[in-house]
């Protein structure tokens, strides 16, 4: 059954992000329908890996961010009339994300101790929520940029022409940069938290703290860049996908080096 699920919940995806490249292709009913399952199949598995507890492992965690960030792209689709126009860069990646999961699942995974509840949820809540978040903007700059090179070559590929324009994408980008900046912000706040009524220490220079703190810095600085100097385009792009490989390497990158190459 858990086999079943894990293949379930890997092919939901590529429906969906193959449902905008179709020959007059929109937010239809057929793209809703596919968007619906790309949402519930992860949703159900990482729900029925978790159980009662949260789990600790990278392949419980990997398709947790999955569900959220599929969860996320959803209500954006809802809300945003161009936001859609990401799956075909969007569900491919957490497809990626989805293998590397069923490739780890091998590793042990351990509850949370009880004397970790509290303050540890309410920050494990605001990593997740982050992470999706800045899944989404990342991609969102990379569909900029990818839209401002087809414009410059004046070659317009399949994908450039489904992909949100190049204003839009990058309001798209700067709007979830600025919800992930104060979500990451909790983030932190309730890490130092947690540390503290765990160990009476505010906080401990550890990996996933220095990247999160750098990931911190540099979506603060490309915000204030924005405001001041409407900085976008190549060096914006470039600075988003900085800040979210900082993030992947503080979130899953850890999880990674900790339970599965050192064990």
């Known amino acids: 059954m858990p086999a079943v699920l894990n293949v379930a919940a890997l092919l939901a995806l590529l429906p969906a992000a193959l449902a905008p490249l179709r020959r007059g292709g929109g937010r239809d009913p057929i793209f809703w329908g596919l968007l619906l399952l790309a949402v519930a199949a992860p949703a159900v598995w990482a729900a029925a890996q978790l159980g009662a507890d949260w789990q600790t492992g990278l392949a419980a965690n990997l398709w947790v961010v999955i569900a959220v960030t599929m969860v996320l792209y959803a209500a954006l689709a809802v809300l945003t009339p161009q936001a ?42 605001m990593s997740v929520l982050t992470y999706g ?17 087809a414009l410059k070559r004046k070659r317009p590929t399949r994908l450039s022409r489904v992909l949100p324009a190049v204003t839009e994408s990058e309001g798209l980008t700067v709007r979830l940069l600025a919800l992930s900046e104060v979500v ?4 932190l706040v309730t890490g130092m938290a947690t ?30 860049a924005h405001h001041l100097t409407g900085v976008r385009g190549r060096a914006a792009a470039r600075l988003v996908l900085l800040g979210y490989l900082l993030l992947t390497l503080a979130y899953p990158g ?3 080096v900790s339970g599965v190459l050192i064990g």
């Open 133 to 149: 978040l800045l899944t989404v903007a990342a991609v969102a700059a990379l569909a900029a940029f990818l839209q401002e090179r």
């Open 184 to 187: 990451l912000g909790l983030d």
């Open 254 to 256: 850890v999880k990674f």
């Open 195 to 224: 540390q503290y009524f765990e160990t009476g220490v505010l906080m401990e220079i550890q990996h996933k703290t220095l990247l999160s703190l750098l990931a911190f810095a540099v979506i603060g600085a490309l915000l204030l």
């Open 84 to 125: 859609w126009r990401l799956a075909p860069l969007l569900l491919p990646y957490l497809l990626v994300l989805g293998v590397l999961a069923s490739v780890v699942r091998g590793e042990t995974d351990r509850p949370l101790a009880a004397a970790a509840a509290g303050w540890l949820e309410l920050h494990i809540a």
